[in-house]
């Protein structure tokens, strides 16, 4: 009986999250200190705050790989405080945990708490007697989008650092990586397109790379913008400047157009007006009437009014606005 081939389904995302911290791409300065709390065997309480995808998930397990090697199961406690955010977790799951002593030899174990700042205010109240009580046995690392939603007595205790999100060279290098790896060939065009869907996300990056590639091994811009359901920034740029000139029709024709060639929500088409604002031709008065009204029905979509309507009258608004503004 011949053998069957295996096949590997692991995601990309977990197939090409990085082990060691020196594999990391970007966020030097912050790999570096992880790197120098490694060397010591001692570290604070950490706070890392930054979007989604900039590696504050893959740094963390990277520190505790290296500082615990093949105990890091027994020394590590992982919990995403979306799914239990409330004050019995705290005062149970992770008291239980940061309470017993480490019996590898770095003489504490620590606790990821992922999006920290879902954490209730009495959530977090709780856990900061906790950190306090059980500093000696346990080190906590707390991961967070907005560190203004972590009260201040936790950022105190903390050594806060901040992930910005990836640079255009730092996406092209882990392109680069998974392109060697898988045998893909990626055009100049679709890097650049890469880059614009992950918005400094590499999560997000290696989902659209891993979905582009189901067309074939040549990944083009159109495979990655079908993938990512984002229209092309040109695309965009030609429906806002055919209202700003007044030809709503021809406007409103391109909005239809993308939203279902590219299945766009509301939310998507506003937000990829916005970031081509810098490339419409008007006085910077005009752009920032402009940024008004996006934010405006950016709101109304988000707060559930009919998404059609709303970018339509958003289009109609740039008419008008485009009759009051001398165009550049």
């Not at 053998?3 to 791409?25: A, N, S």
């Not at 993938?227 to 030809?247: C, V, W």
């Not at 909005?255 to 007006?273: A, N, R």
């Amino acid at each position: 009986m011949a053998e069957q081939t295996q096949i590997d389904i692991t995601p990309w995302t977990e197939k090409y999250r990085p082990h060691k911290l020196g594999d990391i791409i970007g966020q030097k300065d912050i790999v570096r200190s992880l790197g120098g709390f490694v060397k010591a065997g001692n570290m604070p309480h950490l706070l890392l705050a930054g979007p989604p995808g900039c590696g504050k998930t893959t740094a963390t397990l990277a520190l505790a790989r290296e500082m615990y090697g093949a105990n890091v199961s027994e020394c590590l406690l992982e919990m995403n405080a979306s799914d239990e955010r409330g004050i019995d977790v705290v005062r149970g799951k992770i008291k239980d945990f940061a309470r017993t002593v480490s019996l590898a030899s770095v003489p504490f174990k620590l606790i990821f708490l992922d999006e920290a700042d879902s954490l209730t205010s009495d959530a977090q109240s709780a856990l900061r007697r906790t950190m306090e009580l059980y500093v000696s046995n346990t080190r906590f690392i707390l991961g967070c989008n907005y560190s203004s939603k972590i009260i201040e007595p936790i950022q105190s205790r903390c050594s806060v650092f901040r992930f910005r999100p990836l640079a255009e060279e730092e996406m092209k290098e882990m392109m680069g990586r998974i392109a060697e790896r898988e045998k893909l060939k990626i055009d100049e065009k679709a890097f650049t397109a890469l880059s614009y869907v992950s918005e400094g996300d590499m999560r997000r990056l290696i989902n659209a790379l891993q979905g582009a590639a189901l067309h074939g091994p040549h990944i083009t811009e159109e495979s990655v913008f079908k993938f990512a359901a984002r229209a092309r920034p040109k695309e965009i740029l030609e429906m806002m400047n055919f209202a700003l000139e007044g030809k709503f029709t021809e406007a409103r024709r391109h909005l239809h157009k993308l939203l279902v060639d590219y299945g766009l929500s509301g939310e998507d088409v506003l937000i990829q007006m916005f970031r081509e604002l810098d490339n419409v031709k008007i006085e910077e008065r005009a752009k920032a009437d402009l940024i008004d009204k996006i934010g405006e029905y950016n709101f109304r979509v988000v707060e559930g009014a009919n998404e059609v309507i709303q970018l339509e009258a958003c289009l109609a608004q740039m008419a008008v606005l485009g009759k009051e503004k001398k165009t550049a």
